[in-house]
């Protein structure tokens, strides 16, 4: 297929019915409602299953259903209505169902405003449910990367039996940009669904529980260690990022991920001609958060800059992995601002002076 423009809400939702999705649960809210409205229309063409449900909570709770029948799920909503789902995201995660959730970013807290956001990266990453569970989550940079992550993250959700989280901020979801959308991806190989509640099992004389409800703690307790073993695969296998302009050592690396990695190259390119080289971390993976990135810097390296549309959410993350070796910095605006190049360029700049002193 060659690449067609689209909006960015519609190509994740073309993405979800090309990764094979089954079923699609959801609720109206700005700035995410392409994706339920083109999905409205596309899945029933494509004999699939379209319900608008009556609330976040509702939907959410329809995405544990048909998920415990070993159907591909998707839902989508955006930041206060992904805050809503937290109690059933925990129920799919303790019950070990897979299922897509698409987060299209705005300002918060609260209702907050509808313009891009990085707010929700502590929700994201973090999660509001209860107990110790595990989301994986990505954040891609561009419709294409967006589009091959939404795909392969059916196959992802189906190989670790989790919920998979894709956020992006407004602008990712109301931009247009060409996309293939049949571009070759790398997909988990699914295993056989022999858990899901078909009624097959009882055929056999067993039937299959879909429960997270364990009221033996000592069970309970196996259950999550079960659990996070899995959270370790994935911390081990899943970790994804891009390294850039590494090669000529620059003093500053940048952090960034999504639209503000897509401002920073900007600023990489103007520094770059006033002879000032500065690299990036590129998050592309979230959670689990991409340490490896950070273990094989140049030597040039003295301070890592963290770049968010946040006051500062994955600049905890990058704290944690960096354990005191590089000097760090940040810069980020908040409630739906999106910042300019030139004031990354600006905060280098201020950084560079301050390391001449």
């Known amino acids: 297929m060659a690449k067609v423009l689209m909006k960015g809400n519609e190509a994740m939702a073309l993405a979800a019915i090309k990764g094979g999705c089954d079923a699609f649960f959801g609720y109206p809210i700005t700035p995410q409602n392409e994706v339920p409205e083109y999905l409205s229309y596309h899945m029933e063409k494509n004999d699939r299953i379209f319900v608008q449900a009556e609330s976040e909570v509702a939907a959410i709770n329809m995405v544990y259903g048909a998920a415990g029948s070993g159907a591909r799920v998707l839902t989508s909503s955006s930041s206060p209505g992904i805050a809503l789902k937290q109690e059933g995201i925990s129920y799919l995660a303790g019950s070990e169902l897979p299922a897509v959730i698409i987060n299209v970013m705005r300002g918060g807290p609260g209702l907050g405003g509808i313009q891009p956001s990085q707010g929700d990266y502590n929700q994201i990453t973090r999660g509001g449910g209860n107990g110790d569970y595990q989301l994986l989550a990505y954040a891609p940079e561009t419709l294409q990367e967006t589009v091959n ?197 600006e905060k280098v700049k201020t950084i560079m002076k301050g390391a001449a002193k």
């Open 149 to 345: 992550i939404v795909k392969r993250s059916f196959s992802l959700a189906d190989y670790y039996r989790n919920p998979v989280i894709i956020a992006v901020d407004g602008l990712i979801g109301q931009m247009m940009e060409p996309v293939d959308l049949d571009q070759k991806i790398e997909e988990k190989k699914s295993p056989a669904k022999d858990w899901a509640a078909t009624g097959e099992a009882a055929k056999r004389g067993k039937r299959n529980k879909i429960v997270s409800l364990h009221l033996d703690p000592y069970q309970l307790e196996k259950h999550n260690l079960k659990l996070k073993a899995k959270y370790d695969e994935m911390k081990e296998n899943e970790q994804q990022y891009e390294l850039i302009n590494m090669d000529h050592d620059p003093s500053i690396v940048f952090v960034a991920y999504g639209s503000m990695a897509r401002i920073a190259r900007s600023a990489i390119e103007a520094l770059k001609k006033e002879g000032i080289e500065v690299g990036m971390i590129r998050p592309i993976c979230v959670h689990p958060f991409p340490e490896k990135a950070f273990e094989t810097l140049p030597k040039s390296v003295t301070t890592l800059l963290t770049l968010e549309m946040s006051l500062g959410q994955m600049l905890q993350d990058v704290q944690i992995v960096n354990q005191g070796r590089y000097t760090l910095d940040f810069f980020g605006r908040a409630g739906g601002v999106v910042p300019e190049s030139e004031e990354i360029v």
